[in-house]
């Protein structure tokens, strides 16, 4: 079952690219006490996520830091590496957003958030969304009911909602 508004976030290991490699991020303790806003795209390079999801959160940081954000999330099915590159490439990590990795869909899986789509090259990857998280506790969430659409899970689509 999915997770919806005014479920707690299950705990989950995540990764990041840090200065001496992989790191492991426990999402729990990073959202403890904090006001996050957490975005999943299907990956990492893909035409959606790279011309418009990640975009739309770059140029919405500064909006969602008025509105007291801590930090801007972006988690996607993949590995560390893969996510560093994304992040440079797409100016997501010189913005300030944080890139984590959820290379075996553990946390994906565990919200309920996942699909398959073979004919795409797409195994175990995440729905589009974006959230709003409160001490670990989901306040907000857009979903899209098609992971090629980026338009209530856009920056814009989360900004106006809160």
Same mark, same amino acid.
């Given at each position: 079952? #999915?997770?919806?508004? =005014?479920?707690? @976030?299950?705990?989950?290991?995540? +990764?990041? !690219?840090?200065?001496? /490699?992989?790191? #492991?991020?426990?999402? =729990?303790?990073? @959202?403890?006490?904090?006001?996050? +806003?957490? !975005?999943?795209?299907? /990956?990492?390079?893909?035409?959606?996520?790279?011309?418009?999801?990640?975009?739309?959160?770059?140029?919405?940081?500064?909006?969602?830091?008025?509105?007291?954000?801590?930090?801007?999330?972006?988690?996607?099915?993949?590995?560390?590496?893969?996510?560093?590159?994304?992040?440079?490439?797409?100016?997501?990590?010189?913005?300030?957003?944080?890139?984590?990795?959820?290379?075996?869909?553990?946390?994906?899986?565990?919200?309920?958030?996942?699909?398959?789509?073979?004919?795409?090259?797409?195994?175990?990857?995440?729905?589009?969304?974006?959230?709003?998280?409160?001490?670990?506790?989901?306040?907000?969430?857009?979903?899209?009911?098609?992971?090629?659409?980026?338009?209530?899970?856009?920056?814009?689509?989360?900004?106006?909602?809160?």
């Amino acid at each position: 079952m #999915a997770i919806s508004k =005014g479920d707690t @976030l299950p705990d989950a290991t995540l +990764v990041q !690219f840090g200065e001496n /490699g992989p790191e #492991a991020v426990e999402l =729990g303790e990073k @959202l403890k006490g904090r006001k996050v +806003v957490i !975005f999943a795209v299907p /990956g990492a390079f893909t035409p959606t996520c790279h011309s418009a999801h990640v975009p739309s959160f770059i140029r919405t940081k500064n909006d969602f830091a008025e509105k007291g954000v801590d930090e801007i999330i972006c988690v996607s099915v993949n590995d560390p590496f893969v996510l560093k590159a994304w992040g440079e490439t797409t100016g997501a990590s010189e913005a300030g957003i944080t890139m984590l990795g959820d290379p075996e869909s553990a946390f994906t899986k565990a919200i309920g958030m996942d699909f398959t789509a073979p004919p795409a090259g797409l195994i175990a990857r995440s729905k589009r969304y974006a959230m709003l998280v409160e001490d670990g506790t989901v306040t907000l969430l857009h979903a899209e009911a098609n992971p090629g659409a980026c338009e209530i899970s856009a920056g814009e689509g989360l900004l106006e909602a809160m």
